[in-house]
């Protein structure tokens, strides 16, 4: 037997219906906020996520699945949706259109992780970007968005953690403040943030090492080294976020694994979910567009991993609807009511009626426990007495009711 590869799952038919119920409360929640699909490549030139993701991050040192094409072009899986985004939005001329580009994804996304709950090697995001603006009232909107998606769909238990990182001129000092309070414990930081002192001094202040946590709990806060304008900035998304009655917990220790985040940053944790407890990441990327080659464009979004919303869903106790369930079996009990129940369902099916027939040759007992199966509302019996009326024996599984239906009445019977 071949396994499919680990850090991958299938996606059966016992749980697609969760994902079509989430992929469609997105869009319709999307749609209310003026957001539009955009699809990008699978994989795209390594540059873009080398240039973009940026090169002192685990994403592209460690988790990237990169390779050659037969024409040697270095091609890598997509790690995440945004750097895709933004090469989209530089490469199609969507500066010219009109701003803000509000844009969203669902996407499959690849990582070369240590695969656990919540932590896959190939995985989902749903994720918005909104391109064009640099005002704070649209990452409030964002947040906003985010906030509104976990409502909808009832999720319970998130906790919304907001921090500003700053631009290119306040993080520089800030980054030079930690390091020097960093220096003297050197020694005691784990062997990866070792490596982050130089490379990237803010990603020591998430580490989950025990060590590391008890050593940042006094370090300087990046809240005290704003500049002007990030503060005002980050005072406006307050501003807004409260405006909108959402809650949020300032935390000066989230400061994202991507290099492109600048000003907002953001994340939704869940406590009941294990280790992998962020749903929910995002931020302001002011220089992404301009580093991947296009227009000085300002941008924010997030993306949430599906697989993690589910597990949340679940653990919030929300029951998903089933919509794809038949409403209709059909149980013939000979040769000629079985073409009579073939036609009859498939000019129901054109009609939008979801039924199924008998495939296997069943007994009508063994046909009422698989529409039982089937979670039908109704059973349509066509025994020889039927097919000479010209009838069916219409049950009602919900009440246990009977009646014989006319052919021609079956669509006004059984439609809602
Ligand atoms: P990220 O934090 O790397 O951000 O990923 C976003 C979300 O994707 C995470 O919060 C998590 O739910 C999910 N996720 C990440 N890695 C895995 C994995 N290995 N298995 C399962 N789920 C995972 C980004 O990707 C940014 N592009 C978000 C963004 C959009 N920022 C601005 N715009």
Same mark, same amino acid.
């Given at each position: ?18 994902? /079509? ?79 803000? %580009? ?82 003297? /414990? ?51 998304? /307050? ?12 935390? %000066? ?22 280790? /992998? ?29 599906? =697989? ?5 869903? =679940? ?102």
């Amino acid at each position: 037997m071949i396994n499919a590869p680990k850090g991958t799952k299938d996606l059966l038919p016992i749980d697609s219906y969760k994902w /079509q119920y989430v992929e469609k409360t997105a869009r319709e929640t999307a749609k209310a906020f003026g957001i539009s699909e955009i699809r990008t490549p699978t994989f795209e030139h390594t540059e873009v996520f080398l240039r973009g993701v940026g090169e002192g991050t685990d994403i592209v040192n460690k988790e990237m699945y990169t390779f050659n094409d037969k024409g040697g072009r270095s091609i890598t899986l997509k790690p995440e949706g945004t750097a895709g985004v933004a090469r989209a939005f530089i490469e199609n001329g969507m500066a010219n259109t009109a701003l803000p %580009a509000k844009l969203f994804y669902i996407t499959q996304c690849f990582r070369y992780e240590r695969p656990q709950a919540g932590r896959l090697r190939e995985f989902h995001q749903f994720g918005i970007e909104f391109l064009g603006s640099k005002e704070a009232d649209i990452d409030a909107e964002a947040i906003l968005f985010a906030k509104t998606f976990f409502d909808k769909l009832g999720v319970k238990g998130l906790t919304l953690y907001i921090n500003s990182i700053g631009c290119k001129n306040c993080r520089g000092k800030y980054e030079e403040a930690l390091k020097d309070y960093l220096k003297s /414990q050197y020694d005691n930081l784990c062997p990866l943030c070792r490596e982050r002192f130089e490379k990237n001094p803010l990603r020591i202040l998430d580490c989950k090492n025990e060590d590391c946590k008890i050593i940042t709990a006094n370090a300087p806060r990046i809240l005290d080294y704003l500049c002007d304008e990030c503060q005002t900035h980050f005072d406006k998304v /307050q501003t807004y976020l409260n405006l909108s009655g959402v809650e949020f917990k300032i935390n %000066a220790n989230i400061v994202r694994g991507l290099d492109y985040y600048t000003k907002t940053v953001f994340e939704f944790v869940s406590e009941n979910i294990g280790a /992998q407890g962020t749903v929910c990441g995002g931020g302001r990327y002011d220089g992404l567009i301009k580093e991947l080659g296009g227009a000085d464009e300002k941008g924010v979004g997030f993306a949430m991993g599906i =697989e993690r919303l589910l597990l949340v869903l =679940e653990a919030s106790g929300v029951e998903i609807p089933n919509e794809n369930k038949i409403s209709l079996y059909f149980a013939p009990m000979g040769e000629k009511e079985k073409e009579k129940a073939f036609s009859l369902a498939y000019e129901l099916r054109l009609k939008g009626i979801a039924c199924e027939l008998d495939h296997m040759s069943r007994g009508i007992k063994a046909q009422f426990k698989y529409a039982d199966k089937l979670g039908v509302k109704y059973v349509a019996v066509i025994g020889s007495t039927e097919l000479e009326k010209g009838v069916v024996k219409l049950k009602n599984m919900q009440n246990g009711n009977e009646e014989e239906v006319a052919y021609a009445n079956l669509y006004q019977a059984v439609k809602d």
